[in-house]
C-alpha cells in the first residue's frame, strides 16, 4: 500500500521533495576558490601579472623563462596570477608556433619528491608520447626519467608552477628542475618553475645552489584593501540570482575581510557562506546580517587552509602559544579584540610548547628555531608579536599574542593532530 502511494507521488509532475531550481544562486562555480577567473575578474593585480609576464616572456619565442618565487600573504591571488599567465603565456607562445604546457602542483598535496614529479609528468603526458606514467609503483628515477622523454618529445617549453612550495619535504625536485638542462637529461625543451609560498623566510632554508638558480625574480603580493575586495565580489555577483543579492552584503563582507586579512579568498567564502545561510533559513534574499555568521564560518575554513600541511613543530608551538591563551581566558571568555589578551612572551610559549613535545614524543626544536615558527604564524596573522622593553636589567623582549580565536585554533589543531 505504501509502496504504491509513493510510486504514486514519485510520478505526479510535481514532486516536492526536491528543489528544482536554486533560489539564491544561478552560477555557484564563480564562488569555488578553484574557480579561475576571465581577465574581466582579476582586480588590482595588472601590475603584478605584467611583472610576471615579463618574466616568463622568452617562453614564447622557445627561450628559457626566469624562474620566479612570488609570496604573500594567503588569498592576495598568487595561485590565482600564476596560472593566469602561464595559461596565456601557453596560447600566445602556440600562435608563435612553440609548444609549451604548464604544470600546476600542490606541494602541500604532493610534499614528497615522488609524488611532485608523478603529478607534473601525468599533467604534461599526452596520448602521443606512449609513455606511461602510473599513480605509483615506479622509482623516483624512472618518473624522472620519463618526465624528461615527455618534455623533450612534446615541448619546447614548460612552466611548473609549484604552489605552497615551502610544504615540500626537501630541495630534491628544486634541484632536478634547475638542472636538467645543464645536466643534459632534457635537451630540447627549456623548463621554467614558478614557486609560490605564503613563508617571506622560505627561501633563507633553501640550499644555495638552488637559491641561486631559482631565485632569479621575485615578487611580493600585497593584501588587498576594502575596495579592491569590494571589486573582486563585485565581479562575481553574477554567481547570485538576479536581484537576490541585497546592496549592503558586498560592501559589508569586503570590509570585514580587508580589516582583518586582506584576503580574496576569505571574502570569496564569506559571500558563498552568506548565500548558502540564506538558503538554509529558506530567505529570499542574501542579507546582511548573514554576513556576520558567515564570516565565523569562513574564519574558520581560513584556518584551517592556513595550517593544512604545516610540520607538526609549526602546529605545536602554536598549540603552545593556544594552551596559554585559554589558561589566561578561559572558555568563553575570549574577545574579538586581540588587544584584550595579554601577549606571553618567547620563553613562556616555549616552556609550555616543550611540555607538548615531551607528550607527544617529539625531541624538541631549538629556542631560535621556534622563534622562527612564531614569526611565520606572525606574517600570517595567525598571531601578533609585539617588542618590549624590560629596562636595562632585563632587556627587550618579544610578547606573542594570539589573533585567532582559541577555541577556533584548540579545535581545528586537535582535527589535525598526527
Ligand atoms: N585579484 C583578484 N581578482 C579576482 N579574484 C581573486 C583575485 N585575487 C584572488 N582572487 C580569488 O581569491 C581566491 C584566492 O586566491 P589565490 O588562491 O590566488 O590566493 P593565494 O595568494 O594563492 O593564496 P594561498 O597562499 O592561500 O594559496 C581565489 O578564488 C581567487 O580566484
Known amino acids: 500500500m505504501f509502496h504504491r ?3 504514486v507521488q514519485g510520478m505526479s509532475d510535481s514532486d516536492d521533495l526536491f528543489i528544482r531550481e536554486d533560489p539564491i544562486f544561478v552560477n555557484k562555480e564563480l564562488l569555488e576558490i578553484s574557480h579561475l577567473p576571465d581577465e574581466g575578474r582579476i582586480v588590482g593585480r595588472d ?8 618574466a616568463v616572456n622568452p617562453a614564447i619565442f622557445g627561450q628559457s623563462p626566469s624562474n620566479v618565487l612570488i609570496y604573500g600573504k594567503t588569498g592576495t591571488g598568487k595561485s590565482l596570477c600564476a596560472k593566469y599567465v602561464s595559461r596565456r603565456l601557453v596560447g600566445t607562445a602556440e600562435e608563435e608556433g612553440v609548444d609549451a604546457v604548464f604544470a600546476y602542483v600542490d606541494c602541500a598535496q ?11 609528468a601525468s ?14 609503483g615506479i622509482s623516483t628515477a624512472t618518473y624522472y626519467k620519463r618526465l624528461w622523454r615527455i618534455l623533450d618529445q612534446k615541448y619546447d617549453v614548460t612552466l ?9 619535504e626537501d630541495d630534491a625536485i628544486l634541484m632536478q628542475l634547475s638542472r636538467a638542462g645543464e645536466a643534459g ?29 631559482l631565485c632569479e625574480r621575485e615578487f611580493v603580493f600585497p593584501p588587498y584593501n576594502a575596495g579592491q575586495l569590494n571589486e573582486i565580489m563585485a565581479a562575481r555577483n553574477d554567481a547570485f540570482r538576479n536581484g537576490v543579492l541585497e546592496d549592503a552584503v558586498i560592501p559589508r563582507a569586503a570590509a570585514l575581510a580587508a580589516r582583518e586579512h586582506g584576503d580574496a579568498r576569505k571574502a570569496i567564502d564569506i559571500l558563498r557562506y552568506a548565500g548558502e545561510i540564506a538558503q538554509a533559513k529558506g530567505a529570499e534574499t542574501v542579507r546582511e546580517e548573514f554576513v556576520v555568521q558567515a564570516r565565523e564560518r569562513a574564519e574558520v575554513d581560513r584556518f584551517r587552509e592556513l595550517i593544512r600541511g604545516s610540520t607538526p613543530h609549526s602546529r605545536y608551538v602554536l598549540q603552545a602559544l593556544t594552551v596559554l591563551s585559554l589558561e589566561h581566558n578561559p572558555e568563553g571568555a575570549y574577545s574579538d579584540a586581540a588587544d584584550e589578551t595579554d ?3 618567547t620563553t ?8 607538548i613535545c615531551r607528550q607527544e614524543g617529539a625531541d624538541t626544536l631549538s629556542l631560535r628555531r621556534v622563534r622562527d615558527l612564531l614569526k611565520e604564524h606572525a606574517f600570517l596573522d595567525i598571531l601578533e608579536q609585539s617588542r618590549h622593553s624590560g629596562g636595562s636589567a632585563e632587556g627587550s623582549y618579544t610578547e606573542h599574542t594570539l589573533l585567532e580565536d582559541p577555541e577556533v585554533v584548540r579545535d581545528v589543531l586537535a582535527e589535525t593532530v598526527s
Not at 47 to 54: F, P, V
Not at 187 to 206: A, E, H, L, P, Q
Not at 348 to 355: A, G, I, L, N, T
Open 5 to 7: 502511494k509513493h510510486g
Open 47 to 54: 601590475e603584478e601579472i605584467g611583472q610576471l609576464a615579463n
Open 110 to 120: 604532493d610534499t614528497t619528491e615522488t609524488q611532485a614529479v608523478q603529478t607534473i
Open 123 to 136: 599533467s604534461v603526458n599526452t596520448e602521443e608520447t606512449e609513455i606511461y606514467i602510473p599513480d605509483k
Open 160 to 168: 611548473i608552477i609549484l604552489d605552497e612550495i615551502d610544504k615540500l
Open 185 to 213: 637529461k632534457v635537451t630540447d625543451c627549456k623548463i621554467g618553475v614558478m614557486g609560490i609560498s605564503n613563508k617571506i623566510k622560505y627561501k633563507d632554508r633553501m640550499d644555495e645552489r638552488v637559491k641561486s638558480s
Open 343 to 345: 601577549g606571553f612572551r
Open 348 to 355: 613562556r610559549v616555549y616552556d609550555v610548547y616543550e611540555q
